[in-house]
């Protein structure tokens, strides 16, 4: 394990009946820089995602900055300082917008939590309930309930998903301006190489829960193997 990894996963699989989500996998993540985690359909993304903050069981090891958390329940994750969102946002539809961001930290950090909402560009939306919110939005309310949470990691699933290309790269470069000022290191799952090469410092690249290729940008982008499985499948 490096002492510069915020996570160190270690021979990690994750088993549901009949399919392997995850494969002996061992990945590092620096505490330095974005990463992104890339791969085709059904690589093992998001289980990946789900087994670092405890939604699934599975098998190996996991260290958040040094520390095992593999025996811990999601919400002592949480609390340890794993935030995420989700492919398909989970909001509470009957709460409003700006009460379903302060979810994430249950405490009265409303000025900062209007502050962020105004940032991320949602902030008249603060009184509507999430239920009427379409989808687009309903993804920037998750992202700033964990982007307001802190802590040192942040996972985010498919981020810029149904978003324009003008718009993806707003939220990454508020995304990353947030993570920046409060020392969260970033991790997303995202298939548009774009948008990984303009904002992720580092690549790993699953193909049926294993590990196929890490690396920056420009190196996986030189990656053979890489392109065929899966760049390929994208040009
Ligand atoms: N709860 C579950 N029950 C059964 N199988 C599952 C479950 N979650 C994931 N899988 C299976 O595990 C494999 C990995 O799925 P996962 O969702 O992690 O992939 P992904 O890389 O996130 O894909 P996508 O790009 O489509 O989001 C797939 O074969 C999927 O069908
Ligand atoms: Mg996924």
Redesign the pocket.
């Known amino acids: 394990m490096s002492i510069s990894a915020v996570l160190s996963l270690r021979r990690c699989t994750?088993a549901?009946?009949?399919?392997?989500?995850?494969d002996d996998l061992g990945v590092d993540i620096p505490v330095e820089g974005v990463t992104a985690?890339i791969?085709?359909?059904?690589?093992?993304?998001?289980?990946?995602?789900?087994l670092i903050c405890g939604l699934?069981a599975g098998t190996g090891t996991i260290h958040l900055a040094g520390r095992d958390i593999t025996a811990l329940p999601a919400y002592r994750r949480a609390a340890a300082g794993v935030a995420r969102t989700f492919?398909t946002p989970v909001l509470c539809d009957d709460l409003s917008v700006l009460d379903n961001v302060l979810l994430g930290v249950l405490s009265s950090k409303k000025k900062a939590a209007v502050e962020l909402l105004d940032r991320l560009g949602i902030v008249a939306r603060s009184t509507t309930k999430a239920a009427a919110l379409p989808h687009g939005e309903r993804r920037l309310v998750e992202i700033a309930r964990a982007l307001l949470r802190g802590g040192r990691v942040l996972l985010l699933?498919?981020p810029a998903a149904g978003l324009g290309h003008a718009q993806a790269h707003q939220l990454m470069e508020a995304v990353i301006a947030e993570t920046h000022r409060t020392g969260t290191t970033t991790v997303l799952?995202e298939?548009n190489m774009e948008l990984v090469s303009t904002w992720a410092e580092h690549v790993i690249v699953?193909a049926q829960?294993r590990l196929l290729a890490q690396g920056t940008p420009a190196h996986i982008r030189s990656q053979q193997e890489v392109i065929d499985t899966y760049l390929g499948a994208m040009t």
């Open positions: 994750v549901f009946a009949g399919v392997t989500a995850l985690i791969g085709p359909n059904g690589a093992g993304k998001s289980s990946l995602l789900n699934v492919q699933d498919e799952v298939h699953l829960g």
